[in-house]
Structure formats: C-alpha cells, structure tokens
C-alpha cells in the first residue's frame, strides 16, 4: 500500500495550530517612512509599549498586520454636530 504524498502533507498543516501565511514585518527605518513619523517617536511609544512590536536579537520589528489593527483601534471617531 502506497501512502499519497499529497494527502500526508495537507493533514499535516491542518494538525499545526500555526500554519499561517509568514507575517510580514517590517524595520523602524520602513515604518518611520510609511507612517511619516520620526524614529525618536516610535522608539518612545515602543519603550512606553503603546506600539506593538517583535524583538529579533538587538533588532526591532513591526507586523504589518498588527500596526493595522492599532491604527484601527487609535482612530477617533469624528465628534457629531451640535
């Protein structure tokens, strides 16, 4: 009997809790530019962790998905008519 390949490897993925698209992260210098804030302001709202942030080694990191789900969260709403 001949286990199908195919088959092996979709119930596989289906068995990592984590099987997910690679997040895609990006640098301070990156973010710096697409939000068109100074560095020194994200450095600060990270040491006060207002902005979430991944840690590799020295380096930071951004997840272009979860800096969506904050600017969603951050907007205000506009104030209604008197």
């Not at 984590?18 to 973010?31: C, G, S």
Request: glycine share 4%; proline share 5%.
């Amino acid at each position: 009997m001949r286990l199908d390949v195919t088959q092996a490897s979709e119930s596989d993925s289906r068995r990592v809790p984590n099987a997910q698209a690679p997040r895609k992260l990006i640098n301070i210098d990156e973010l710096s530019v697409l939000w068109s804030i100074p560095k020194s302001t994200l450095y600060n709202w990270v040491n006060q962790r207002r902005l979430p942030y991944v840690k590799l080694g020295r380096s930071l990191r951004f997840d272009v998905i979860q800096l969506e789900e904050f600017c969603q969260q951050s907007t205000m709403g506009v104030a209604g008519k008197r």
